[in-house]
């Protein structure tokens, strides 16, 4: 914020309260990193208390065994007829009802070939592609997540990649599942994930000539103050945030 | 082809172009053979009235026959999940509430799902909250066919049937109008139930339709079933079977209209469904006939539930007993027409401290969201809707992605239009019902 304020067409705009604008955490950038609030106690006059709140990051852990319902079934089964499992398979994580199995990036598209086929898993739908974006969190930051059903057991997997942005390559499953075509451009489009081998992986929300991706979390959201009744409104990502 | 002082022609990097400017159209393309002339590419969209909003199809035409079919989205992205990580989680309700916007309810319930779920209150969510949530869901899947059967009638000539199923549908959205406030739009399912109660007036004004509705359903079949022009143009037109269904991620009607019985009210019910007396009607040829039948029927279905639901309303509350979830207080309207609750203005204003405190910080800060991730999938009017929701223990949600129906089924146009007529790619494109508010969210 500047001193030089526009033209407000004649709205009385009330005197800037001194301090107000030198770096109060209102003015901050959002908190980018995960779990870190916007309470950043640095040489402002915050007295809080908050200053510097940092939330405690839990790194991902396996789930013991037994797992419950059929997930048991699905790790056994995926276990038997996937013989690199043990090196495949980083975590095997079930929370809230739901089996998440993290898989090395470079394994997935073998994995899904496995889960589809095998008569004991028959994951033929996969249902969703999507792109969740761990900065400050993991060093892998860029997480792919496969949501598979199976209809002939009605049961749900979800299968999580993880890569780092500097190299964000894992191959494609267009070939296992020709449905992830659009949701892996989505991915890439979003998150800037490359999937070799993907047939045509470019822009498809964006536009073709878009830079960045914006739901990385490095992203800003973007928006202008709004003025309402004399006073000015930060854009969403500009206001003070509790976290 | 002889030159012409009507179309001059210039040679660029895409080929031979002619500038028409006017005169005898049959000099202009005397010389022209579609045939050996190779492929003409159109460009359909996004701005044309039969592509449900704003679609691109660019299309390779061999005289009428679409030899490749490609879709161009996008024109409708608004960063609606981008938007949701800088706001607190009741506020996610109001703008997945805009994503398919013939389906706001289904939006709503599926984020609410999602949410419940990750913070562990799926069990205490109150029957009534979740009898209500059907009845709105059921309502908005009839109002959503509606439209369907509506533009799909009108893009194949029958324009009677637009009027008669957007007359229906206005029903429909004053119901809603009576209940949220709002005609669409509502952010009424909100994480641990609904807004608010069902007023009486609006059960009396859902009997009256439930009375109404089967002739309504009986008349539009008068009018499409039978007749010549809507046969030819559906039956055998864009097929897509079982296979292919799943292979591209094809849910909903279309799959069912495939053969395959897969809805998941049924396979994996959620909101109470598996309480419920419907059938899941299901059509074997795959065309845009069967998916039409099927849409039909399921009108029915929806009818029937709506009826089961009306009966199942018990007297009770429809938000979760949590305060901390649940806002801090039921807020009535006003004189002012302002949403406000004068016992509770004069309880936090006068008597309790505690109060206040906990009404600024719920409602400037909202609820914290244990950390995790679910995925949440309910029956759309279009198929399978997915919300993926990722917390980290924060008041905002991390990340959501919605699996959006539209999206996903479209990818199925150029297996459904490559190979046939141009003709026939609007009635392949209209049988998938794609929202592109939904697709491009």
Redesign the interface.
Known sequence: MTDSKPSTGGVPVPVTPAGATSGAPAEFPPAAPAGRGMFGNQGTGDVSGFGGLVRPQHAIEDSPRPYGGYFDEVRDALEEAYPAFGEAIEHVVVDRGELTLHIRPERIAEVCQVMRDDPALRFELCSSVSGVDYLGTDERRLHVVYQLTSMTYRRRVRLEAAVSAEEPHLPSVTAVYPTADWQEREAYDMFGVVFDGHPALTRILMPDDWEGHPQRKDYPLGGVPVEYKGAEIPPPDKRRSYQ | MSASNYATERETTEGRVFTVTGGDWDDVVSGVDPINEGRIVVNMGPQHPSTHGVLRLVLELEGETVREARSV??YL?T?I???L???NWVQGSTFVTRMDYLAPIFNETAYSLAVE??L?ITDEVTERANTIRVLMMELNRISSHLVWVATTGMELGAISIMLYGFREREYILEIFELITGLRMNHAYVRPGGVAQDVPDEAIVKIREFLKMMPKRLKEYEDLLSGQPIWLERTQNVAVLDVTGC??????GPVLRSAG?A?DLRK??PYCGYEDYEFDVPTHPDGDVWGRYLVRMAEMRESLKLVEQALDKLKPGPVMVADKKIAWPAQLAIGVDGMGNSLEHVAKIMGQSMESLIHHFKLV??GFRVP?????V?IEAPRG?L?V?A?S?????P??V?Y?EPS??N??ALPAMAEGGLIADVIAGGASLDPVMGGC??
């Open positions: 989205i996008g992205h960063g999940e981008k938007n990580e800088y706001r779920k990750l562990g799943v292979a591209l991620g094809v849910t395959l897969w396979t994996m400037t800060e950390p995790g991730q679910v995925y999938a399978e997915g993926h990722v980290d223990g924060g008041t905002r991390y990340r992605h699996r999206f996903v479209l990818q491009d969210r």
